[in-house]
């Protein structure tokens, strides 16, 4: 099944831009970014600023926005059944570069897992345009444990590493 991932959703102010591989089904029937409600990401983005999550999505966007975070997609399009990045087929990029032109206040990119960093690795890896931010590859919020990842307090503490770029 072809699917497609969301606009970013970003300000002037962005500083980090969060980046994912391409949303789960239950995030895309929702339209919500993060949106299955076992995913580690709203409470690992509250919990870095010692915060509990807003139940309204609109106010977690808020949130995010006025502490300098932009969401988006490495992946624009691709094939994939299910919600597995195991399963991602085809993988189309998002315009990367374009967005960052258009928000020069960028000074990092956070990949979400590691599909995210390996796609934008061979797309965009080795491109003098990246040069000037920070590349930071974290464990992915997904609600599936690993040997390493199993609690969302486990997540925050690797993610931690993104506090220097947030507006408090």
Known sequence: MLVHSFPPIIRANARVLVLGSMPGTA?????????HPRNHFWPILYGLLGRTPDAEYEKRIAFAQDRGVALWDVIGSC??????????????????????????????LAFNGNKAYDTFKKHFGGKPIWNDLQLLKLPSSSPIPNNRMRTT???????????????S
Do not use: M, T, V
């Open 153 to 167: 307090a486990d997540r925050i503490e690797a993610w931690r590493i993104l506090l220097p770029f947030l507006n």
């Open 27 to 35: 995030s895309l029937e929702k339209h919500q970014y993060y949106g």
């Open 79 to 108: 094939e994939r059944e299910g919600s597995l990045d195991a399963n991602i087929r085809n993988a189309e990029p998002n315009d990367l570069a374009g967005l960052h032109a258009l928000y020069p206040a960028i000074e990092c």
